[in-house]
């Protein structure tokens, strides 16, 4: 067990409606990382917010957004869904800014889009 | 920019065999590296991670890389494969001096026969 909590595991939603992927951190990180699994493009990072600022920003399309919450959890918004968004979304969390350490990842939420 | 290559999207072995997964990294900057494993239907795993120091490294389950700056390769060897070995390697390089979150390889799915 990493620390780092994601819901839900499993969502199947239509295309061109709108999800939030909900992330708690392990206890004591501040710096929370989207990233998205598929066959075709690998592990891609998408974003990465620190004490409830963004920090870094990667290959996030402008249909999702995220957010870092006060009391650190994070949610990742993704509309107008396409069949393309499904995927494997991990959330990952880190105790520093720039952490020479691991990231420690949650399991996951795999999103389907019909 | 940093970037990781993975030769070989599937490597199968016999158990008890040597296990090498192969991975080179491009880095702009002195790289900090990174091998992660991922189960079926799980997050990801930290096995090991080169940050500075000793170029060969020791992670868990019995796992080890060596770093070499001269060939720009950071492979992960096991010396005997067990059936738990079956796995996505992932191999990971930081994205920058100044942050946190990783770029990772295309990953290695690790057969294990009996």
């Known amino acids: 067990d990493s620390g780092v909590t994601q819901t839900p595991k499993h969502l199947i939603t239509a295309t061109g409606q709108r999800v939030t992927l909900r992330c708690s951190p392990r206890s004591g990180d501040l710096s929370v990382y989207w990233y998205q699994q598929s066959l075709d493009q690998g592990l891609q990072f998408l974003i990465q917010?620190?004490?409830?600022?963004?920090?870094a920003k990667g290959n996030i399309l402008e249909r999702f957004s995220a957010q870092q919450f006060p009391d650190l959890h994070s949610e990742l918004n993704l509309s107008s869904l396409e069949l393309g968004d499904s995927a494997l979304y991990f959330c990952?969390?880190?105790?520093?800014?720039?952490?020479?350490?691991?990231?420690?990842f949650g399991e996951g939420s795999r999103l389907t889009v019909l | 920019a940093q970037s990781v290559t993975q030769l070989g999207s599937h490597v199968s072995v016999s158990e008890g065999a040597l296990v090498l997964l192969r991975c080179n990294y491009s880095?702009?900057?002195?790289?900090?590296l990174f091998w992660y494993v991922q189960y079926p239907n799980q997050g990801l795993q930290l096995l090991l991670k080169?940050?500075?120091?000793?170029?060969l490294v020791k992670g868990i389950n019995g796992f080890e890389a060596e770093f070499k700056k001269s060939e720009t390769s950071f492979h992960l060897t096991k010396p005997s494969a067990h059936m738990s070995d079956a796995a996505e390697y992932f191999c990971a390089v930081r994205a920058g001096v100044s942050q946190g979150n990783l770029i990772f390889g295309k990953g290695t799915k690790l057969s294990v026969k009996p």
């Open positions: 917010y620190y004490n409830g600022e963004e920090r």
């Open positions: 080169y940050t500075t120091g000793a170029t």
């Open positions: 990952a969390s880190s105790d520093h800014l720039a952490s020479t350490g691991e990231l420690f």
């Open positions: 880095s702009s900057v002195p790289p900090y």
